[in-house]
């Protein structure tokens, strides 16, 4: 997530910024993508629900 976040410039969208980072670490790319979206809602960086807030939700 963090490898993402800070290389998210250098790419054209998120999106590639995952792809990337994917490759890297041999994961698959959507994985990476939604745990950095998860990882910026956690962190107040984008709108939607936090972990904390869909867990509350769905309990």
């Known amino acids: 997530m963090r490898l993402a976040n800070e290389h998210q410039s250098e790419y054209p969208s998120l999106a590639a910024a995952a792809a990337a980072v994917a490759k890297q ?7 990476v993508c939604r745990c950095v979206i998860q990882d910026q809602l956690d962190a107040g960086t984008r709108d939607g629900a936090t972990t904390q807030e869909s867990e509350e939700i769905n309990s």
């Open 25 to 31: 670490l041999g994961f698959g790319k959507e994985t």
